[in-house]
DNA sequence: GTCTATACAAGGATAGAC
DNA sequence: GTCTATCCTTGTATAGAC
């Protein structure tokens, strides 16, 4: 493996174990029994390094997304979706808790607005997608409702998970809050929309 | 006004324009005119200003929750409890945005675990309240499902109002949230509670 | 192109004088 | 209570070996 590739699996593990505020260039450099300088050739800057890892972590996102879009609109199949997309989250759970570091990296790199803005669209195509195909019923402004909740709820649960209950582990924390998600929409689900939540889970 | 009380007031305004990780000592001690030696006096590590800081605004919401249980139960009258304990929130932002650096000081300082118990039978026992009341409809695991949805929700909407609509004013933001909060509870009330909750927003 | 060694700046923390 | 001086760690930059 080339070196890039090994310092990007090492950093991420490690951030994963520690934070990213606790992992220094050192600490990785060492791990990888490299000189820290060689990780400066690499990554010039410690943000350039996590701006790679979340790229990485959004295409898998991205993936998940694409896959559920060239399918038929089910409650079944976004929620396996999000599980895909929750289980990816997990796996770079040192990114997302360090959420303030990310935040400021990813503010000063993307139109950061405009990627809002694309995230929240996506999510409303989806809800009224599934209403279309008779698994939501969606009055006046649920869609939008749900899209709030589906945008806050979608990025913290995990930091939620690992405040509230941080003895979990990955499959459990996941099924836990794919479950709280579902039990979220079958409050605007179809007689249809219920049977397809509870075949899931079955 | 002591020495110490203007650290605290000068460090909160400081960490909410800039953020915990960009304000360092030797910028407080600046704002202060003060060395940053003396700082450290008053708070030995930057961690104790921070945990002080904590323990301030945990002290105001929990006056907040208080005064809820010191009345008779009601939806509007848990929207006013929130509305003050958002607002203080809003008002401690610098603290809560640094996630991850209160979440380790944190750990270190209390019985984690415990609190976050409180924190949930806090809100379970609000819940069966207003059930009681006549407000809320709650069936079967209704309640906990409340109780996980309000923990998540009050604790990251602040986070979630920064990173999606940053351009929001302190009232803006607030109600903005409290209004979701508000519809999400609708989902479970009552003939009576759905009239509480309009009448609250009148 | 890849890597080591090294220097520098900035931040938290501490000791000791006043 | 307050200050100065100093130490240690961390991110960052670069000169130069291979």
Chains 1, 2 share one sequence.
Not at 44 to 51: G, R
Not at 107 to 129: C, M, P, Q, S, W
């Amino acid at each position: 493996m080339k070196t890039r590739e090994k310092i990007l699996t090492q950093s991420l593990k490690l951030f994963n174990a520690q934070g990213m505020a606790q992992v220094g260039v050192r600490d990785i450099a060492r791990h990888l029994g490299v000189s820290p300088g060689n990780l400066s050739y690499h990554f010039p800057k410690k943000e350039d390094l996590v701006l790679e890892l979340v790229n990485r972590m959004r295409a898998v996102n991205d993936q998940c997304y694409n896959t559920y879009f060239s399918g038929i609109p089910s409650l079944p199949g976004f929620l396996q979706t999000m599980r895909g997309v929750f289980s990816n989250q997990y796996d770079h759970q040192g990114l997302l808790i360090g959420q303030e570091e990310m935040r400021r990296i990813l503010f000063n790199e993307y139109d950061y607005k405009a990627v809002e803005e694309r995230r929240k669209t996506h999510f409303k195509t989806i809800f009224l997608g599934l209403a279309a195909a008779g698994e939501l019923k969606l009055e006046s402004e649920d869609a939008d409702f749900l899209v709030s909740y589906m945008t806050l709820f979608g990025r913290f649960w995990i930091l939620e998970s690992f405040v509230s209950t941080p003895e979990l582990s990955k499959e459990e924390a996941v099924e836990k809050y794919l479950r709280l998600l579902a039990r979220q929409l079958a409050l605007f689900a179809t007689e249809q929309g219920k049977g397809s939540l509870n075949s899931f889970f079955e």
